[in-house]
């Protein structure tokens, strides 16, 4: 991937994203013990800053720069600490497994992402969770937001299939609806939900 479009954007806007965590995100981990948490393509990081609000060890994994910079400068002054790491995620870099695995909003065409996503999954360790969430392919259909291309969305039963054989139980699998403040009002957007555990031993 090339961090160069990215890093302009973030550099054009105070946030390019919200500030608080993804609803999903926040909704679907509540009940977690503390552990290590890892926060994969990161952005700014309003999940792992959340997630470190809550206890967790949280790892943020991002390739835009300038997105941990803002990310960093944003944790300090909520006085949380988070690990930074710059990498790209297409390289599958080499992490430590973690008790919570979070991608959020990850956009890269399926022949990218499936393997990202088979290797998220092989970083749950034993008791773990995983969380994917997405735009859904049926947001440009019936919702608002999100990348125009399909390419760039996924199905769940595309993610389900990615996941498939990596030892995880599937405990939800669903388009979720996400409301959205636009200019003419709130509106949906469509996404993509995947929470899977691995057992202790498995």
Request: hydrophobic share 45%; glycine share 8%; net charge negative.
């Amino acid at each position: 991937m090339d961090a160069r479009g990215w890093d302009e954007r973030y550099e054009q806007r105070e946030l390019v994203w919200s500030a608080e965590p993804n609803v999903f995100v926040a909704r679907e981990v509540a009940d977690l013990p503390p552990g290590r948490a890892l926060d994969l393509a990161a952005g700014e990081g309003r999940n792992a800053i959340w997630l470190a609000e809550q206890g967790h060890d949280v790892e943020a994994v991002e390739f835009s720069a300038v997105a941990i910079d803002k990310g960093r400068a944003i944790a300090a002054s909520r006085g949380v600490r988070v690990r930074w790491t710059l990498a790209d995620l297409t390289t599958t870099p080499a992490l430590a497994p973690a008790d919570l695995v979070v991608l959020a909003y990850l956009q890269l065409p399926r022949e990218q992402l499936a393997p990202i996503h088979r290797w998220a999954a092989g970083l749950v360790a034993p008791g773990g969770t995983l969380l994917v969430v997405a735009h859904a392919r049926a947001n440009l259909e019936r919702g608002v937001g999100g990348p125009p291309d399909p390419a760039l969305c996924p199905t769940v039963d595309e993610v389900l299939a990615d996941l498939d054989g990596n030892g995880l139980l599937v405990h939800a699998a669903a388009e979720v609806d996400r409301e959205v403040a636009t200019d003419e009002g709130p509106r949906m957007a469509v996404d993509l939900l995947v929470r899977a555990t691995r057992p202790f031993g498995g």
